[in-house]
């Protein structure tokens, strides 16, 4: 349009709106993953290891004993919990406070093998300094989870 157009009001009055839809960054915002993943631990992974502590192994003194042991128990009882509530809810308790959801890429249902593999990846990634910081330097905002696993956190 030209603006002798313009000024003279020879324009059409219909104005045209494109939206676009920026698909670049389905993931939900790092905040809100860290604040499920908060809730989570204290729903979770804090009842576990209360457990296995002082029913299972006695209290503080035998787990200090055999902590391999300890530690094998409460991340084995965290990974079914959490393995089952990612295949069949696609949530946990944690990510359902948030309004957040576990997909593919491709926003499928993920399978039992994506979610076996997340939760490994996890486990590394919260062990690894370097692989907590990925999702401030990947452009997607993606972790070191969502790349291995090929699956993805996205609000509902």
């Known amino acids: ?20 839809e920026d ?3 389905p993931c939900a915002s790092l ?4 604040k499920s993943f908060i809730t989570d631990s204290f729903l ?6 209360y457990l296995v502590i002082y029913l299972v192994l006695n209290g503080g003194e035998d787990f ?5 042991y300890g530690w094998s128990l409460i991340l084995g009882i965290s990974a079914v919990i959490i393995l089952f509530f990612w295949y069949v809810k696609q949530q946990t308790p ?8 576990i997909v593919t890429s491709k926003n499928k249902k993920i399978t039992f093998l994506q979610a076996l593999l ?3 990846a996890t486990l590394v990634s919260i062990v690894s ?3 907590m910081f990925l999702p401030f330097l990947h452009k997607q905002k993606k972790s070191f989870q969502d790349l291995i696993s090929r699956t993805i956190i996205i609000d509902e």
């Open 23 to 25: 698909n670049s960054n």
């Open 44 to 49: 979770i992974t804090t009842p576990i290891t």
């Open 118 to 120: 997340r939760y490994i």
């Open 94 to 101: 944690g990510m359902k406070a948030y309004s957040l959801k």
């Open 64 to 68: 200090a004993q055999n902590r391999a």
């Open 1 to 20: 349009m030209r603006w002798r157009d313009v000024k003279q009001s020879k324009t059409n009055n219909k104005q045209e709106t494109i939206i676009k």
């Open 31 to 34: 905040f809100s993953r860290f």
């Open 129 to 131: 300094v370097f692989l």
